[in-house]
């Protein structure tokens, strides 16, 4: 059974209960004359209309969001919570003005007989069996109106125990009990009502859980990828809390890195507080340790713009970078080189006016060629050249995979060579740019060349 329907079906159950028993105890208290056991009716004929009000509230909070309620119904709960707590206050007070007047006048005579005993044990054992139906429900499903309801039969056990004991003191002579009884019904439905009120008033003015936002931001914290938590906002709304973290994040972080490390907050939230439903917004920081490099490809990248080769030369008095930047090899030069102004201009603004910025403007190959795999011979006779070049390098060793491809545009060869692994990465990409360099020598027609340089085996035993 899903939550919502066991709310509905705790809280029709208890228009039953609430019913029956008003109806027992109001007829005791005419037929005995109890001020207190009337009280009691009194007070559960109110509970009976409240728990009718749970009713309607729990199937409107169950209702899902709309386009007027973009939060959901949960806070239907807690409007109906806030009505009980008006009905607890209104006959607290009657309750304590009628048993004071009686006490002030003297006591009246009481009747009570064995049908009356009766009534208050079956109430009592009603009570216990519904509020602890109803406080497992509520604990449950988070519901504040069923945790309202449990509240209210909580206050008729009790007030139907103190009513037990001032009929008993009443037998054996003390006439006082009954409106003493009374003044204790009262005290303790005022009293259940102010802490229902109070829990109620939070909840509709958005008060946060005690302590869950600390324990979010320490748990946020702790999460690879997060800088820091900016803020944590949460309130209650019916059986859930609504939240909206903000989070500050790299902004030199690709978008599925930043995604990746939303949703991690969002599990972590879940399993922290599973009622808690949380939106979370990353906001891009510019960390103290980025470097020049970095800074400017995420210039570029903005700017939807490849860079490579990206140089900074620190001179005594400025900065100075140079990189290359590839732009559609079709388009005019004039046009180029705006686009490559505009991103000098960026990198100026960003970095400082003072930088001396530098580009080199790159065709940019757009378009897929077409081809076939070359001939045996034409394979041989570039893997041959390929070894040749190398051993004359004597930096790359074993020339391996090597493939060719014959387009419209040229020849496209790629191969792999195997390199000392303690090589920097600079010594191996111009060991590996130089045996490029010569085979294009040696090749006409090369279209592209790609090397891909792999570590050389440790030697075995």
């Known amino acids: 059974m899903t939550d919502a329907a066991l709310k509905e079906k705790v809280a029709f159950s208890s228009i ?42 729990v199937r409107e909070a169950n209702k899902p969001a709309d386009d007027r309620h973009h939060y959901g119904h949960g806070k239907f709960e807690s409007l109906s919570a806030l009505a009980e707590t008006g009905l607890l206050a209104g006959l607290a007070c009657y309750v304590l003005v009628a048993a004071i007047r009686r006490l002030w006048e003297g006591p009246e005579p009481v009747d009570a007989r064995w049908p009356v005993f009766a009534v208050l ?3 009592i054992a009603v009570d216990v069996a519904r509020w602890r139906t109803l406080r497992a429900v509520a604990k449950k499903t988070g519901s504040h109106a069923l945790a309202a309801d449990a509240m209210h039969f909580a206050s008729d056990l009790i007030g139907t125990a103190l009513v037990l004991i001032g009929l008993v003191a009443d037998s054996f002579g003390f ?7 009374a003044v204790g019904v009262a005290l303790f439905i005022g009293f259940a ?49 609504l939240g909206e973290i903000g989070i500050s994040v790299s902004r030199t972080l690709p978008i599925e890195r930043v995604a990746q490390i939303e949703d991690a907050v969002r599990a972590k939230v879940a ?13 891009p920081r510019a960390l103290d340790d980025e470097t020049l490099t970095e800074r400017i490809m995420l210039i570029a990248a903005r700017k939807k713009l490849a860079v490579h080769h990206i140089f900074v030369h620190h001179l005594d008095r400025h900065d100075c970078i140079a990189f290359d930047l590839e732009i559609d090899g079709a388009m005019p030069h004039g046009r180029a080189h705006e686009i490559a102004t505009e991103l000098e201009n960026d990198i100026r603004a960003e970095i400082g006016a003072g930088i001396e910025v530098e580009s080199h403007i790159e065709p940019l190959q757009d378009h897929a060629v077409v081809g076939h795999d070359a001939d045996a011979a034409m394979l041989d006779a570039m893997t041959a050249a390929l070894r040749k070049v190398a051993r004359e ?19 496209v060869v790629n191969f792999h060579g195997t390199v000392d692994p303690t090589l920097s990465v600079a010594e ?32 075995v035993g």
């Open 175 to 181: 006439h006082q009990g009954d409106a003493l009884a």
């Open 271 to 283: 399993e922290i507080s599973p009622e808690t439903v949380a939106s979370v917004a990353a906001a």
């Open 393 to 411: 390098g004597g930096v790359v060793k074993e020339i391996t995979d090597v493939r060719a491809r014959m387009t419209d545009e040229g020849v």
């Open 16 to 57: 039953i209960a609430s019913l029956l028993l008003t109806i027992g105890k109001i007829a005791a208290g005419l037929a005995s004359g109890s001020l207190a056991l009337l009280s009691e009716g009194a007070h559960n004929a109110l509970d009976t209309g409240a728990t009718i009000l749970t009713f309607f509230a």
């Open 428 to 459: 191996t990409h111009a060991a590996m740019d130089a045996v490029e360099r010569a085979l294009r020598q040696q090749t006409p027609g090369l279209l592209r060349i790609v090397g891909h340089a792999e570590p050389e085996p440790a030697p």
């Open 121 to 123: 044990g079956v109430s």
């Open 193 to 241: 009502g102010y802490h229902l009120g109070r829990e109620t008033i939070e909840t509709l003015l958005d008060t946060a859980p005690d302590g869950l936002a600390e324990t979010l931001r320490a748990a946020i914290n702790e999460i690879p990828g997060v800088v820091a938590v900016e803020s944590v906002k949460l309130r209650g709304n019916g059986p859930h809390v």
